[in-house]
T-cell receptor, first 115, second 114 residues
Framework: DAGITQSPRHKVTETGTPVTLRCHQTENHRYMYWYRQDPGHGLRLIHYSYGVKDTDKGEVSDGYSVSRSKTEDFLLTLESATSSQTSVYFC??????????????FGPGTRLTVL | KNQVEQSPQSLIILEGKNCTLQCNYTVSPFSNLRWYKQDTGRGPVSLTI?????NTKSNGRYTATLDADTKQSSLHITASQLSDSASYIC?????????????FGKGTKLSVKP
């Protein structure tokens, strides 16, 4: 998984509780992303980062916030989890390289269940 | 609206047989198209990446083709193996803009039976 770890790998939580997912990379890639994957949908971008403390919203950012204080770590926070946020969350990284623009490498995923 | 459509949604084949998966897209302007393989419970792994000037790209038993005029791509798997059982995702990147401009298809779930 290209030097990408996600923690936790599985989590069950209750509606209304805060949840933080962590993505850690050892590749020193500039760009990091958070996606969610749900049945019947393609991967959907939540937020991404283009450098330390530089982040931007994706397609489905409502209810999520992110932080990146170090190159290697990208945190995804659900301030108050809802059942609609039950999903599998993937972190990805990429670096601009000649001929390989925007090739993203994915982590193993975190399965989150909100009861 | 930028979209990526894949067909079939699912496919069952016998080990050793060939198969072809389809991807149609409406993303414009277009930068590149890639195919990912996603094993159950794992993250997607890149198989091929093609720019608009490339017609075909191979990676072992996987061969991807691209027709930028008709906005169609296919992934051909030769002599399938049980380990090919996975979901295959077509992803299109729009030109310019930020790094967060990938459009993902919903995937084709392939099952290879002995």
């Amino acid at each position: 998984d290209a030097g990408i770890t996600q923690s936790p790998r599985h989590k069950v939580t209750e509606t209304g509780t805060p949840v933080t997912l962590r993505c850690h990379q050892t590749e020193n890639h500039r760009y990091m992303y958070w996606y969610r994957q749900d049945p019947g949908h393609g991967l959907r971008l939540i937020h991404y980062s283009y450098g330390v403390k530089d982040t931007d919203k994706g397609e489905v950012s409502d209810g999520y916030s992110v932080s990146r204080s170090k190159t290697e770590d990208f945190l995804l926070t659900l301030e108050s989890a809802t059942s609609s946020q039950t999903s599998v969350y993937f972190c990805a990284i990429s670096e601009k390289r000649e001929g390989r623009d925007n090739e993203q490498f994915f982590g193993p995923g975190t399965r989150l269940t909100v009861l | 609206k930028n979209q990526v459509e894949q067909s079939p949604q699912s496919l069952i084949i016998l080990e050793g047989k060939n198969c072809t998966l389809q991807c149609n897209y409406t993303v414009s302007p277009f930068s590149n198209l890639r195919w990912y393989k996603q094993d159950t419970g794992r993250g997607p792994v890149s198989l091929t990446i093609m720019t608009f000037s490339e017609n075909t790209k191979s990676n072992g038993r996987y061969t991807a083709t691209l027709d930028a005029d008709t906005k169609q791509s296919s992934l051909h798997i030769t002599a399938s193996q049980l380990s090919d059982s996975a979901s295959y995702i077509c992803v299109v990147s729009g030109q310019g803009g930020s790094q967060g401009n990938l459009i993902f298809g919903k995937g084709t779930k392939l099952s290879v039976k002995p």
